[in-house]
């Protein structure tokens, strides 16, 4: 491993994590708001997003033997990187529903615990990669569960833990945008609230499945050659799952394919750029390194939600949400430790 490979795998493990922790943000745009943008219809355009952009790696094929030696150059359709796509349009779905509930910053914190659960049971469970570690694995499981409490309940903990040094002038809400765009309050109680944390598990589960496909892909259709057939399965599964949540709900929500489908498809760009270079990031530094940088996305999107869409306001929450985060990264690099 050369110095140039371990400089290129950080700044791609750190690119990773910036690109995953804003995509949702665009969401949450001005533009966005005003024509009161419905979830299930920006993943829709989001998932065209994806589809493209997973084809522009085709011409660049030839280099995926650079990235691990046994990796394949020419283009092959796998099954299993539908399956991984259909798994990404039901995390995509619901991520947009759950930011709609509870905000970028708190939602992505929940769903990225989550994942990082869901992940290591894939391996331990299904896959038999027994950690190296077991002792510090357990360890490293319980401090990610703390964390996603940390962050999921953050406005309750930072109420119970700073009662005492709360001025009256400290009363605003948690905020979270509804359909309508207004700021409305989001008690960790309310409905709004907990759909929203459900959506966001549902996050972590199916995202942190997304890539137990790829277990069982041969080599020669791993790296970029796997990005078209992941893009074949986002295109191909979204409208239906549109269709289906007509279907239940009743509701047919405007298209305004005029406004939304370009920022969508940047929102989808932005994703898969991130993925892209994860791809790269992980051969090239190891995934006990690339692993926990990439994990930082939790902490980009709280500085989305707490600095630009003023999602969360209250001094104590924000305390408590910050070190909710650390403790999910923490968490994660003591994952990729006992491995």
């Given at each position: 491993?050369?110095?140039?490979?371990?400089?290129?795998?950080?700044?791609?493990?750190s690119?990773?994590?910036?690109?995953?922790?804003?995509?949702?943000?665009?969401?949450?745009?001005?533009?966005?708001?005003?024509?009161?943008?419905?979830?299930?219809?920006?993943?829709?355009?989001?998932?065209q997003g994806?589809?493209?952009?997973?084809?522009?790696?085709?011409p660049?094929?030839?280099?995926?033997?650079?990235?691990?030696?046994?990796?394949?150059t020419?283009?092959?359709l796998s099954?299993?990187?539908?399956?991984?796509?259909?798994?990404?349009?039901?995390?995509?779905?619901?991520?947009?529903?759950?930011?709609?509930?509870i905000?970028?910053a708190?939602?992505?914190?929940?769903?990225?615990?989550?994942?990082?659960?869901?992940?290591?049971?894939?391996?331990?469970?299904?896959?038999?990669?027994?950690?190296?570690?077991?002792?510090?694995?357990?360890?490293?499981?319980?401090?990610?569960?703390?964390?996603v409490?940390?962050?999921?309940?953050?406005?309750?903990?930072?109420?119970k833990?700073?009662?005492?040094?709360?001025?009256?002038?400290?009363?605003?809400?948690l905020?979270?945008?509804t359909?309508d765009?207004?700021?409305?309050?989001a008690?960790e109680?309310?409905?709004n609230?907990?759909?929203?944390?459900?959506?966001a598990?549902l996050?972590?589960?199916?995202?942190?499945?997304?890539?137990a496909?790829?277990?069982?892909?041969?080599?020669?259709?791993?790296?970029?050659?796997?990005?078209?057939?992941f893009g074949?399965?986002?295109?191909?599964?979204?409208?239906?799952?549109f269709?289906?949540?007509?279907?239940?709900?009743?509701?047919?929500?405007?298209?305004?394919?005029?406004?939304?489908?370009?920022?969508?498809?940047?929102?989808?760009l932005?994703?898969?750029?991130?993925?892209?270079?994860?791809?790269?990031?992980?051969?090239?530094?190891?995934y006990?390194?690339?692993?926990?940088?990439?994990?930082?996305?939790?902490?980009?999107?709280?500085?989305w939600?707490?600095?630009?869409?003023?999602?969360?306001t209250?001094?104590?929450?924000?305390?408590?949400?910050?070190?909710?985060?650390?403790?999910?990264?923490?968490?994660?690099s003591?994952?990729?430790?006992a491995?």
């Open positions: 491993m050369t110095s140039s490979s371990i400089l290129v795998g950080l700044l791609c493990a690119g990773s994590a910036v690109f995953n922790g804003s995509f949702t943000s665009l969401f949450k745009t001005e533009k966005m708001r005003v024509v009161e943008i419905h979830p299930m219809v920006f993943q829709l355009y989001v998932c994806i589809f493209l952009s997973s084809f522009l790696v085709v660049f094929l030839s280099f995926n033997e650079s990235i691990q030696s046994d990796f394949g020419a283009f092959q099954g299993m990187g539908m399956v991984a796509g259909f798994l990404f349009v039901v995390a995509v779905s619901a991520s947009f529903l759950a930011v709609n509930d905000g970028v708190l939602a992505q914190g929940i769903w990225g615990g989550g994942a990082m659960l869901v992940s290591y049971l894939w391996g331990v469970l299904v896959f038999g990669e027994i950690p190296s570690k077991p002792l510090l694995s357990f360890t490293a499981l319980l401090v990610l569960i703390a964390g409490i940390a962050v999921a309940f953050s406005e309750t903990i930072g109420e833990l700073f009662a005492r040094l709360l001025s009256s002038n400290e009363s605003t809400p905020v979270s945008a359909a765009g207004n700021s409305t309050v008690a109680s309310s409905p609230c907990i759909r929203g944390v459900l959506w598990n996050v972590g589960l199916s995202g942190g499945s997304i890539l496909p790829l277990h069982y892909v041969p080599p020669a259709k791993q790296g970029l050659v796997f990005l078209p057939s074949i399965g986002t295109f191909l599964l979204s409208p239906m799952f269709l289906a949540f007509t279907r239940v709900t009743r509701e047919v929500p405007p298209l305004h394919w005029k406004e939304a489908l370009t920022t969508g498809i940047c929102s989808g932005i994703w898969n750029l991130g993925n892209l270079l994860s791809i790269i990031a992980i051969p090239a530094i190891g006990g390194v690339a692993y926990p940088i990439m994990q930082c996305a939790i902490l980009v999107s709280g500085l939600g707490i600095l630009v869409f003023r999602e969360i209250k001094p104590t929450t924000i305390r408590v949400f910050w070190i909710g985060g650390i403790v999910l990264v923490l968490g994660g003591l994952l990729a430790m491995q």
